[in-house]
């Protein structure tokens, strides 16, 4: 688990400028570890030396946060002091802030060891041969445990299957039955309850939005858990979940695949109604909030589809998936105001599409979202290429909904990954 320090400051020239702490406060002494600073008077240029050697990739993402990462150091040698430097010759000092670790870890990118014994760890519900398990969705809580959603059981007839494992992999006896929560039916069709996505509340609740077949097609689902891994009594009038159908007007599937709270509380899940983008919001008593858009739903046009969602800073609402079908599909961005109305500035014409990420003109869609410190969007899916195949693509847009051209001179990067 990482752990943060803090100590004693000591600053010359300027009172303004000030280091609070550091997390991790430990790592690899071979450098590469990503440490985040936080503080006050950060500023453009900022220099960051552990122990008198620069860090590198030096990233002053805001005036109370310098990211970077450390350089190779002594280890052996006890906790090295950290110092930021402002270009006008004012700095600031974490005595004792960072202990070069002489005990190799994993850098980024590396299978950690410490989790599972391998950097990985599987698990299987052990429903029978034709069966299968499916994670979709993650979340992190307050004591670094991993809760994961998805799916699982019999081929015809998969249940919400919800994992929570302690941070050294291994499931949580003290969570639901031996470490998992499971529930079908939802919509009253006996059969294919998903959990895709997942987030923990201001209070450890577990809120996971996903769908379940009812007697004719899906509907959407979002279910509560305490901490412990039961239904929230307190949560949709004493059911634990909620279930909303037909919220485009027509009878159709309605699907959550993306997740969000807000700083009230408030449940945000995107996903589809019938062949329409969905974007519902709920109270935290499991209620639509009308005030929301249309009766609490904001309906895309047809042809549309959502798969993540974030909020950001200022209560604004990021929607990321695709328009169009087929060969005519091509990446969509929306972003809505806290009342669910279309920011018509976005993009230009009130949502940014794109297409041609890999080339091939066709079939670009996104599947996550996340917004960086200084608030840009960055998007991950695929793209078809003009050689008929499916790459991986990355997509950063401005917060206006324009491409960042800083972004490999386009504002899009599409990978084909190969191996064995």
Known sequence: TASTTSATTTTTSSDALLLWTLTPDRGDARGGVEVTLRGQGFAAGALVHFGGE???DVVV???????????????????????????DGSETLLAAAFLPSAV????????DPTFGGVGYVTHDLGTGARSYDHLLGLAIDAQDRIVAVGYGGPLANGDL?????????????GFARGGVFSHDD??????????TSVAIDDQGRI??????????????????LDPSGALDASFANGQGFLVDRDASGTPGADQGLALALDAQGRILVAGRSDDRMALWRFLPSGQRDVLFGSGGVVLGAAGTYARALA????????????????????????????DGIADASFGGQG?????????????????????????????????????NTTQAAVWRLLPNGALDASLDGDGAVALEVSGS
């Open 104 to 111: 190799a870890t994993p850098r980024l990118g590396e299978l």
């Open 186 to 195: 939802a919509a009253g069709g006996a059969r294919a309850d998903r959990g």
């Open 311 to 338: 909020v950001d800073s200022q209560g604004a609402i990021v929607v990321a998936g695709r328009i169009g079908t087929g060969a005519a599909m091509d990446l969509a961005v929306w972003r809505y105001d806290g």
């Open 161 to 173: 299957v919800v994992r929570r494992f302690l941070p050294d992999g291994s499931l949580d006896s």
């Open 351 to 387: 949502f940014f599409s794109h297409d041609s990420a890999a080339g091939g003109s066709s079939t670009d869609q996104a599947y996550a979202l996340a917004l960086d410190p200084i608030g840009r969007i960055v998007i991950s899916g695929s793209s078809r290429s003009a050689s």
């Open 207 to 224: 809120v996971i939005a996903g769908y379940s077949r009812g007697t004719a097609d899906d509907d959407l689902v979002v279910w509560r």
């Open 54 to 56: 620069p860090a590198t």
């Open 61 to 87: 993402a805001s005036a109370d946060t310098i990211v970077c990462k450390t350089p190779a150091l002594s280890a052996g040698s006890g906790a090295v002091d950290v110092r930021i430097e402002l270009p």
